[in-house]
C-alpha cells in the first residue's frame, strides 16, 4: 500500500473504524426501513397504523414496542397469537413466526427503525440481544399468547395524569360520608408513582378513610370523562367543584359506579378524591377518558375491567319473607339473611347467636353468588344499615339449634342453654319497625339478655314494651323470666 507509506498505521486505525461504523450505521438505519416494507408492512401498514381491512394492529406508538425489546423481540422471533388488547381495540389474530426467515441482524434491523419510526422514540435493537434470546427461547415451538408474555415483559407504564399525588389515611367507623376536614390524619404519604390504592390504610388498620390530593393533568382542552367506583363510599372534587359521590354500604361492581363529563383545559386542576369503608370489603377505582379517547385510563391500582361484573339480582320479598343463606359482609360465616317485606331486613349470626345487622330499604343482591359461584361476600343491598353486635351476646354453653318457620314465614331461632331453650323469633312491625319476641322456656333461673353489644347510632331506636329493655352506652339488655315472652322493637327513624 503506497499510498500508506509514511503515515503511522496506528493513527490511520481509527479513521477508518469510525467512518466504516458510520456508515454501516447509515445503512442499517435505510435496510431497517426496506426490511420493515418486505416483511411487516403488509400487516402493519407502511406508516405503522395497522391495516384496517384486515384489523391488523398498529406498532405506531404501541406499547408493545416500548420500553426493553426483548417482548418486541420475540413477537418476531415466535409470532403472537389469541386475544390481546393494543391501544384499547381488542384483536384475536395471528402473527406468524418471523424467526425461520429473518437471521438476527435483521430482527435488530427491523426493530431498531420500528422503535424509532411512526413516533415511536426508542433505543436501537442490537444483533446480540436477538442472537442472545434467540438462544434462550431455542425451545420455543408455539407463538406466544399475549398474558404468557406479558407475564415475562409487562408493558411499560405510562406516567398518571394525577400528578403531586398525596394521600391521607384516617381511622373511624362511619356509615356515610365523613368530614374529613374535622379529623386528623394518622398517616400521609406523597404517592409518586400518582396512584390511588388502599395499601397505605389496609396494612395500618381496619375501619378506615382515605383522601388524596393531586392535579390532575389535562392533556388538551375538551370534555373529560371521569368513571368512580368505591366499596363502601366516596366522592370526587375537582377544581372545588363535588363531581362524583357514592354513598354509604355498597360493593364496587358497577352497579353504584358514576360516569360524569366535565369540561377542563388543558393544564393542571386540583384534585380531591375522599373514601371511607363501612364494612369488610375495600375497594376504589377511578379512571379518565380525555377528549377523542375511546377507553378509561386508570389513576387507580385496581381498575373497572379487571372487576368481575355480575348481574344484579336483587331479591325482593313479596308477601314473605325471604331467607337467604349465604356469606354476608359485615357478619360472621354462618350468617342468616331475613328480608322482610316492605324492605326492613335482618342477618342473624348463627356463630354469635344474635342479630349481626339490621337495615331498611332494599334487601341483598344475590347476583355474585349466584352468577359467580358464590365468590366473596354479598353486601346489604340497602341504604342504611346497622350493626348491632360483632361479637357473642350469649354465655359459652349456649348452642344454635336452628331455626322455624310460622305460617307467614317469620323466623324463629333456637338456642339450647343448659336446660333452656330460648326462642328468638322476628317479624315485621308498622312501618320500618322489626319486632323481635323472645321466650325462654324451661328451668327457674332468669337470663340477662344482651340485645346488642355496638351503640345503634341516631338511626334506629331500640325499645320495649315493659320497663325491661335498659340502655346504657348504647347497649341494650333485658332480662328474661322463663315462661315470659318479651318483646322488642327495632324502629328505624323516618
Ligand atoms: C401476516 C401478518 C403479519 C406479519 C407479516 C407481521 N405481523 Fe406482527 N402482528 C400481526 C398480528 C395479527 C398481530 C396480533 C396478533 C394477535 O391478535 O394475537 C401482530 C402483533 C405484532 C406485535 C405486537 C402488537 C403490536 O401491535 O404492537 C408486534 C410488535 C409486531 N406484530 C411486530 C411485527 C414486525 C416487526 C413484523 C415484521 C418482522 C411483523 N409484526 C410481521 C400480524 C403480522
Not at 106 to 112: Q, R, Y
Not at 294 to 307: I, R
Request: proline share 7%; charged share 25%; glycine share 10%.
Amino acid at each position: 500500500m503506497s499510498y500508506s507509506r509514511g503515515i503511522p498505521v496506528k493513527s490511520m486505525r481509527p479513521l477508518f473504524f469510525y467512518l466504516s461504523l458510520l456508515f454501516a450505521g447509515h445503512l442499517h438505519a435505510q435496510d431497517g426501513g426496506q426490511l420493515y416494507a418486505t416483511y411487516c408492512s403488509a400487516c402493519h401498514g407502511p406508516d405503522g397504523k395497522g391495516v384496517p381491512a384486515a384489523n391488523s394492529p398498529p406498532l405506531s406508538e404501541s406499547p408493545w414496542v416500548a420500553g426493553p425489546p426483548d417482548r418486541a423481540v420475540k413477537v418476531v422471533l415466535h409470532g403472537l397469537e389469541g386475544p390481546v388488547e393494543i391501544l384499547g381495540k381488542s384483536y384475536n389474530l395471528t402473527m406468524p413466526p418471523q424467526g425461520a426467515v429473518l437471521p438476527d441482524d435483521v430482527v435488530a434491523a427491523i426493530l431498531t427503525y420500528v422503535r424509532s419510526s411512526f413516533g415511536n422514540a426508542e433505543s436501537a435493537v442490537s444483533a446480540d440481544l436477538v442472537k442472545s434470546i434467540r438462544a434462550a427461547t431455542s425451545n420455543r415451538e408455539k407463538a406466544w399468547s399475549a398474558p404468557e408474555i406479558l407475564k415475562l415483559h409487562p408493558l411499560p407504564k405510562e406516567p398518571s395524569a394525577l400528578k403531586n399525588l398525596i394521600s391521607r389515611t384516617y381511622f373511624g367507623n362511619w356509615r356515610d360520608q365523613p368530614d374529613f376536614s374535622t379529623l386528623t390524619s394518622a398517616n400521609v404519604e406523597e404517592e409518586h408513582d400518582g396512584i390511588i390504592s388502599l395499601d397505605q390504610a389496609t396494612k395500618r388498620g381496619e375501619h378506615f378513610g382515605m383522601v388524596w390530593e393531586a392535579d390532575f393533568e389535562a392533556e388538551k382542552d375538551g370534555d373529560y370523562e371521569f368513571y368512580f367506583d368505591a366499596d363502601d363510599g366516596g366522592r370526587v372534587v375537582i377544581n372545588g367543584k363535588r363531581i362524583a359521590e357514592i354513598k354509604g354500604l355498597g360493593p364496587m361492581n358497577g352497579s353504584r359506579s358514576k360516569t360524569v363529563k366535565v369540561t377542563l383545559a388543558k393544564g393542571l386542576h386540583p384534585i380531591r378524591i375522599e373514601y371511607y369503608e363501612v364494612t369488610q370489603n375495600d375497594g376504589i377505582q377511578l379512571g379518565w377518558k380525555g377528549p377523542g379517547m375511546k377507553t378509561f385510563k386508570w389513576v387507580s391500582k385496581d381498575t373497572a375491567s379487571n372487576t368481575k361484573k355480575w348481574k344484579e339480582i336483587l331479591l325482593t320479598p313479596k308477601d314473605r319473607p325471604i331467607i337467604y343463606r349465604n356469606f354476608i359482609a359485615g357478619s360472621t360465616a354462618r350468617a342468616i339473611g331475613v328480608g322482610f317485606p316492605g324492605g326492613v331486613n335482618l342477618v342473624w349470626s348463627a356463630d354469635n347467636l344474635g342479630p349481626a345487622l339490621v337495615w331498611k330499604g332494599d334487601f341483598i343482591d344475590a347476583g355474585r353468588h349466584w352468577t359467580d359461584r358464590g365468590q366473596g361476600n354479598q353486601e346489604p343491598a340497602g341504604k342504611t344499615v346497622v350493626k348491632l353486635s360483632d361479637k357473642r351476646l350469649l354465655p359459652d354453653d349456649a348452642v344454635f339449634k336452628g331455626f322455624v318457620l310460622d305460617s307467614a314465614g317469620n323466623p324463629a331461632f333456637r338456642i339450647e342453654i343448659g336446660d333452656q331453650i330460648l326462642t328468638d323469633a322476628w317479624e315485621r312491625g308498622e312501618k320500618d319497625t322489626l319486632i323481635r319476641t323472645l321466650t325462654l322456656n324451661g328451668g327457674p333461673a332468669k337470663l340477662p339478655f344482651l340485645l346488642n353489644s355496638l351503640p345503634p347510632g341516631d338511626r334506629l331506636r331500640i325499645s320495649g314494651t315493659q320497663d325491661g329493655v335498659r340502655g346504657t352506652a348504647g347497649r341494650h339488655e333485658v332480662e328474661l323470666n322463663p315462661g315470659q315472652p318479651r318483646r322488642v322493637f327495632y324502629s328505624f327513624a323516618p
